[in-house]
């Protein structure tokens, strides 16, 4: 449930790099807590994982500082819902937003 509310209101690419994240807190805890053996392969994936993820946020930070992220907030995206629940028993019409009735 927490993964559908995060991507409503963010994006999929958002629940990626917190896959990454929690990847990455899954090796150090597997190095540190459990003694597991820290090979050059899991070395090269830390660095190429840190290197994806600090280019995705330079990206985002810049696109943010530019304006290109738009002024949206978390109270506007709950104003005007992306997705809409429609199920037999509580719709036979609904409205899309060219206004026109379209007929389930």
Not at 56 to 74: A, I, P, R
Request: glycine residues 6%.
């Amino acid at each position: 449930m927490a993964e559908y509310f995060l991507i409503a209101e963010t994006s999929a690419v958002t629940l990626t790099i917190a896959g990454v994240v929690k990847e990455v807190v899954t090796i150090v805890v597997a190095v540190f807590v459990f003694k597991d053996e820290f090979t050059w392969l899991k070395g090269m994936g830390l660095v190429v994982i840190f290197i994806g993820v600090s280019l995705f946020n330079w990206f985002k930070y810049q696109k943010l500082v530019e304006g290109g992220l738009g002024d949206h907030t978390l109270e506007d995206n709950r104003s005007s819902p992306k997705y809409a629940v429609v199920d037999d028993e509580t719709a036979e019409t609904f409205e899309l937003e060219d206004d026109v009735d379209h007929v389930l």
